[in-house]
Structures are given as structure tokens and as C-alpha cells.
């Protein structure tokens, strides 16, 4: 028998079926300094102590999707081994922020599963949470992937499909409770936009490109402790269908949340992913740029310092987006187009 | 109207005008240990607390360039976006050292301003300043820049130009005051030169070179926050002067300061950089090498136990400096010369 | 006189010479996070505070690994800076724990040397002791290395060869004192496989590959103060034995231990290093993959909880280990092996 972890198939995966994924991480500051030099991401509530404090965090929060990564990449090894792709995400929702010394572990619940009509593959949805050491939850989502069945012969199983919002209801528990911003300094934060400057179907050219290394990537997937195999092995993937690496997807999200900056500065949380697509996909090499459209306004329930943008934030490859690319009149995207990430950000009024 | 930072233009920039720069950054533990990654730097007083602590600080220190790319970082998206040359620097004084887990930001103010004959472009002289959450002075300096003119029709500004020293008077409070040398331990410092041993004129070939990967000058880049375009975006450089990407010229200071221990190991502070240029731009593949010459030796006034060396150090690629590679009869650099840094440093005697 | 360290040559080093190696380290979360983007480490007491509480460390300690590149590099100025080769490890014993902000210095003592034949060069032998910042032992190892002699001249010495045992026997002080394993999960761990599911003899393919990238071996080695200069300069290595940068071996340990946790995901601590050899060098583009094969399994004396594996780990390059790349039938390797590593493993039972 062997003792390498041949991940989970089709087969594996049983409705309501509870996973606790290996490897709880404590994540530090020197986690955060990392993120900052692969992303060299500028939003000061999590670059400064003082200004978190100034508006009420007790200290910088992490990143968000530093967060997103490490409690993403613990569910590789079981949910997405032999997954062929990552289909998609629905519902994901930040919740109690992650400090520098929390420790987060992920669990994940079966909550739906499909068998393709090819007999070879199927669709497994699950819903994960990760937790902090005192087991609050720090984020969750719904997550959708393509495996393959260990045995073609086997009988498809009933199919249940779950409900897949098509947007995140923002409730209390997703926003950050002790927030103030009376104190909140535009100059210091980058940008004179708060969220009343903003209007529906607005949108913003973040202008600056960024091109992705090899070792860039390889060293932040493997911060996350992702180990989705087409990350890291290039002797495997000179035979695989692009013959390189393929970046992490996630790398493309960080990218393009970076960028954003430069016209979003003042977005300084991530409230909530209500879905999102790696249209193509990345490599070594690629320059990344990005652009985002105003979808929603929502001013917050009780909260008139505070409001909520839902975004699509969509990044290139090799393209500026001065011109806004993204879908042809066919409906087809634009070949340039990488990440079609639709997702509600939280600004100051 | 765009929301994103199109940069300051050279009438943007008025003389006594005061500029607050974006994003405060609390440096960690996790910055100390990226900046060791990527130059393996080996002062020991930078490197271990205990040692820093035998001779008087509380802490490591945070390194002193470390403190500068940040500081100067914070400046770029104000100062230099459009900036077509970063001319030179001046009157570069260190003083209250940083520690892990303070917070820097930086204030510019406009000291200069002068209109190029061709109409289109003009010098600015700003002077920039570091400061610790507690609003002690951690760092200043001045810079000037090459800016485009938004329009070449403006009108050119009376020209003022600040007065520039040649070199920095070191005073007290650009020294730690608490150091004291009893028990600094040569062999643990890796170095048996006090400022003693070392004489005017000596040259000193530091031996080493490194080679520059894009990856690191990325990841360095970033960790400071410096958005300066022309180090990160390959699409846009391979049309650009170069064809490819630049290496920012702070990454060859700290390369040359970190070779620079192999000679100097006692150097254990910065305490002024006098004046310096790129003289040359350095890309991926280059491999740097180094060399230093005394160019004063000052012993500090009511105090027996340190003394500061001018030098100069002098980095260039591709060719080690056995032969103390310079300027040719001619005055002119040799190709090889990539930085040519004056700057104050201090041993203890 | 130059300034700059030549390093120590065959005749510099004396029996009984005791050597205090330059620039203590203060290991803190910085090199922590890292460290694990340089190898995506994923064992769970190395990862997580919570984890590594619930089975009686304090915190979660410093990767052995990571203990050992920091201790190990300091001695590269004094040992090995004129050496040829890296001739062998022997009776590498990882003893008190490291945490962050613990400070390590290494001193060597030299306990043996013998001439080659060819009258140019010398093997050195040393024992090398890490400690930490209260004086205890974290990490000791002897280490042999070819070294130039100065002057081919020099009358050889009376020949002193150290006794090397061929394995390293396991004493109390060896193993964590604290450690108990009622709470250990198994879960959490990643693993299922404890010390008795193990057999004698038996191998496991670790399955998964890694590529080398230079940027990531450069930030390593620099990451661990190590000065090698085979390491760091293309101009001078351009004109080398390979044409190229070779790669730190302890960058393919780390990475053989790192994909090792496919499979020994239990295996939280190494006690030691009984021998090993790099015994093909590698390059940046190789891909690693290991396998592994249980040589002995020694319950521990008077702890019920715990046994030691030692181990073969196995490193190749651009061959996956399904088939257990070794040695031929003429004893010599397969031309795909870069590591031969013989170690001793610590697992609940």
C-alpha cells in the first residue's frame, strides 16, 4: 500500500460528507511582509499599525486574500488532487478579520455532486470555512470543481446541485463591527475617493502592469501551501497541455487586487467574492493589467459611515486597459482577458 | 474623470509646497528577513539582537537602506511617476534608528524648481522625511528629479535652486547615543578592522559579486512599495529604451553595501549618504561587484570610541574590481560602473 | 594588506583550533514564512503555534532544517571559502529546539586534516556547534572539505583522521523532553501513518516534483548569511566547470524533506543526520523528486510514545520515483541522483 496521498475521485466525495484538511498555519508577520513583495499591495489599513488603529482594528489586519490563499490552499490536497479544472465560486464571504499569530485551519462540507455525462468525470461542490484558533470564522465559500472518477464503471450517483447565490448578502457578521472613520486620513491612504465619489457603471483604468516571474509564483503558492501540481513541476508540464507551469490563480487575484489601488484606494476591505472565472490562463512572462466596473452601490443598514461597491475587477494579459477590454458582441471574451472576478469591497463615505 | 493617480507635473510642484505621502508602513520582523534574502547582508548588528544589545541598542536595528527604500518609496507616486531621470541626492542623513514594528511614513516639501531650455521638462528638489510613529526624524534627504511639463506652453517659473552640500556634517543627533564599545566583539562582527586600521586613499576590492535575478528586483521593489513603473512591467519596457525591464537603483545600493562587508564589517551604520549616481542601469543578469576607497576619516568629537569614514564605493557589472574600475583619463566613467555612492560610515575604533 | 577575507587555507587550520564564526543570527517569523515559500513545508507542527501546543512545544519551533542552513552557513567564511569540495556530514544531532527570536552562532573546532597526495590540497575536518542566545546546543554536526593549501610547498602534517560514526546514536538529550502525543491529530497532521505502520525496508515514492528556480536558490542562500560563491555570481560561474550558478545543497535537502511530508507526513522531527552526499550537482530548471526507504526502525527506551525511522531519502532530477532511482549494479549511481541523504526521523507511535 502506498503512503502518498493519491488525493480523492469522484467516487470519494459523499453529500454532507465533513473534511478536515491537514495543516493548520499560523500566520505571522513575516507572512505579511512576503505578501507585500509579491503583490506590493499599498492599502494602509493593512501596510500600518497606526492607521488600523486610527480607525479602530487593533492592529493591521491581514490581508484579505492572504487570507483567501492560506485557507484555499489547505483544501488542495483533498478536494482538487485530480480535479481537471477549478469550475468556480459562489458565496464567499470574509468575516472575522485574521491578525498576525492567528492560526487558521479549513474544514469543508460536500454539498453537492454531479456526474458528467462522459462517465468519466463529475462536479463536486463543497462548502469551506476557515476558522481561527478560537474558532471563529475568518472566511467560507462555495467552491466547484471538475475530478475525474477513480472507476469509469461506477454508477452515477443522484445528482444534487446546491443553491449557488448569485451575489453575497452582506449581513453585520460580514462586516467589521469596531470600525470608526472619523480619524480615517485620505492623504495617508493614497486616494481622495470615498464611496460616494463612486457611480454605477463607472469605470476605472488601473493603468499600471505587472509582470509574473516563475519564481514569483512558485514562491507564493507555496506560501499558501498549495500544492496544486501544476504550479511547481516543470518536467511534468513541458509534457501537459501548454508545455510550462500554469500560474495560481489565485497569484492573478492578488495581481489585479493590487493594481486596483491605483483608483480604489480607499477600498480597504474585501467584504465578500460573489463569484469569479480564470478566463485564460497565466504564465512567467505574462504583464497583468486590470480595470474594474462599478456594479452596485450599496449604502450599509445603520452604518452611514460606510458603504459597499460590488465590483468586477477584470485583468489582462499583455493588454493595457485604457479600453476596457472584456467580451466581444459574440459574448466571447476578449482573448486578453484573464480573470473576470465580480466581488463588493467596503469604503469610507 | 479618472480616478487613478496620474502623477504630479512639473507645474504641479510649488516652492514650500508640503506633500503628505501615501501608505504608512509598519516594518516587521518579516521585512528584516526579506531584506537579508535578498542581499544576504552579515553586519551583526543588524543581524543578531543579542549583539546589538552588548553594545547598547534595544533591539536590532532595522537596516539602515532598508529605512531608506521605504522612505523613499512613499515618495515615488507624488515625486517621480513622471519623473524621466532621478538626478541625484543630497544631504542624506540618518538618524533615530528604526526597529521592527515601527511605522514610517514620509513628508516631502518642494525646496527647488527650475524650467529646462527645451520647454519641456524641468527639475524639481524636493527634501523628504522619514518619520516613526512617534514623529521622531528616522531619515531625510534631498532629491531632485527630471519632470515632464504637463503643458510645454506654461509659463517657466522663476528658477530657485537650494543649496546643496557637498557633504553632511554629522552632529549628535544623527548619531545613536547610547552605543557604547566595551564589549563589540571582532570575531563575532567577522571583521578584526577598527576605524583605526583603515587609512585615506586605501582602496578595498570587496571581491564577491552577485548576479540580479527579475524575480528579486521585483520582490525588493514591491516590499518597499515603490510603484516606479519602469521594474515592473515587461510589456511596456520591451518598447521602452531598454527593451526590457530596469533594475531599481536602490537594489544596486544595497547589493554594494551588503559586498561591501567583505572589507568593511565593522561598518555597522549609515550614517550619511553624501552624494551619489546611476551612473549606469543595471537589468537581470548582470552580476555586481564592488569596491571602496576612504575618502576622509573623521573621529567624532567627545567620543573616543567611533569614528566615521567617508567612502566611496563603486559598483560595477560584469567586472570585478580587482583593478578598482572608475573613470577613465577623460573623466568619464568606465562602462563598466554602475554606482558611483558617497556616504558616511560608522566604526567603532 | 587587503581588508577583504581570503579564507582559510589547508595550512591555516590546526588540530584542537577552536574558531568562533562571525554574524549571529536572530531567527525570527520572518525567516519562518521563508522559509516556507522557498519549500511549501506543510508539517503541522512547524506550521502551526496551536498545533505544536497541543503536543507540549511552547511554540511552534524553527524547521530543523532551516537550524541547520543558518548554523551551517556561518562556518562557510572560515571552512570552506578555498574549498575544493564538500566532502561528507557525519554525526549531525539536532538537539534543544529553536524558536523565533532565538539567536544562533556557531564556533567550530578543528578535529582533523590529512594531505592529499597530489601535495595542492587537504582534507579538513571539523566539528560544528550551533547555540543558542542561553548557551545550548541546538544543532552539531562534523563536516569534512577539501581545502587549497596556500603553498604547494608546505611540508604535509602528521595525518589526524577523526573517528565518524556511521550512524548517530540517539540520546535523551536528542529529543524533545516535553513532547506527549494524547492530543496529537492525526487529521490535522495530514497523515494517517504513525511509527508502527512503517516497515523495515519498505520505500515510498513522494510523487510529487519541485523546479528549481535561481532566484529562489539565490534568496535561500542568502537567507542563511551563506557566502558560497559558486552560488551567486553567473559572470564568474560562466566560466566555471558547469558554465553556471550551482545550486546550494542544502536547498535540495530542504526541498527532498519538503516533498518527503507526501508520505511521512508524521515524521514532525529530524534527530538526525547520520550521513549523506550531494552526489550530482544541480541547476536551476532541474526538477527535484524523492523517494524514501525505511533502514531502521528503534523504538525509543522509555517512551511509549515515540520511535525513530531512519531513513534513505532519495533526490533525483527530471526523474519522477515510482521506480526508485538508485544505483546501478556496478554500485554506481543512476546518473538522475542528486542526493543520498541518510537520516533519523522522529514519529508518534
Redesign the interface.
Known sequence: M????AGNFFEDFEIGQKI?H?????I???????Y?????????VQ?????ARSIGYRD?PIDDLLVFHVVFGKTV?DISLNAIANLGYADCRFSVPAF??D?L?TVSTVIGKKENSNGKTGVVYVRSKGVN?RGQTVLEFIRWVMVRKRDANAPAPKPVIPDLPEKVTLTKQTLPAEIKFNLYDN?????P?RFD??EIDEK????????I????H??????Y???A?VH?????EREGRFGK?IVYGGHIISIARSLSF????NAFRIAAINGGAHVNPCFA?D?V?AWSQILEKTPIDGWDSLGALRLRTVATK?R?CAGFPYKGDDGKYDPSVVLDLDYTVLLPR
Request: no cysteine; hydrophobic share 30%; aromatic share 10%.
Open positions: 502506498t503512503k502518498a496521498n478536515v491537514a495543516t493548520p498555519r499560523t505571522t508577520d513575516g507572512d505579511v511582509a512576503f507585500t513583495a509579491l503583490y506590493g499591495s499599498r492599502f494602509a501596510s500600518s499599525n497606526q492607521f493591521a490536497p498576525p499569530n492560526t485551519s484558533q492623504q495617508l491612504a493614497g486616494s475617493f465619489d463612486y476605472i483604468d488601473h493603468v499600471d502592469g505587472m509582470t516571474e516563475e519564481a514569483e512558485g514562491l507564493a503558492t507555496r506560501l501551501q498549495n500544492t501540481r511547481f513541476n516543470q518536467h511534468a507551469r491605483n483608483g480604489l484606494g512572462g504583464t493589467y499583455d493595457p
